[in-house]
Nanobody
Framework: QVQLVESGGGMVQAGDSLRLSCVAS????????MGWFRQAPGKEREFVAA????????YYAASVKGRFTISRNSAKNTVYLQMTSLKPEDTAVYYC??????????????????WGQGTQVTVSS
């Protein structure tokens, strides 16, 4: 069974940076895409960023574009989310997700079949 394990969350102040990591327990060439979603208290889970494993095309939510960067390291079976200029509204549990689907959409979290347990990011003002 595939496992995704996130790390790197924490409590920071507005304007600070954090880097989240997600390590996959299987070789990531099995995946066509990996991404990050987040869920704030009382809100639905929302898309943050994703990357196509082949070619490295990236996608971002409008709310994080220009501040967050997703990247991957195939040799380490790891995907990263570099977050800069953090805002209080970025506070949420961040989940790593992966998909083996050839066709997937950032608007459909159901396209992602593997999920991590989540890591908390808290940004204070």
């Amino acid at each position: 069974q595939v496992q995704l394990v996130e790390s790197g969350g924490g409590m920071v102040q507005a304007g600070d940076s954090l880097r989240l990591s997600c390590v996959a327990s299987v070789r990531t060439f099995n995946y066509n895409g990996m991404g990050w979603f987040r869920q704030a208290p009382g809100k639905e889970r929302e898309f943050v960023a994703a990357i196509r494993w082949s070619g490295g095309i990236t996608y971002y939510a409008a709310s994080v574009k220009g501040r967050f960067t997703i990247s991957r390291n195939s040799a380490k079976n790891t995907v990263y989310l570099q977050m800069t200029s953090l805002k209080p509204e970025d506070t949420a549990v961040y989940y790593c997700a992966a998909t083996t689907r050839l066709s997937w959409s950032t608007t459909r979290s159901s396209d992602f079949g593997s999920w991590g347990q989540g890591t908390q990011v808290t940004v204070s003002s």
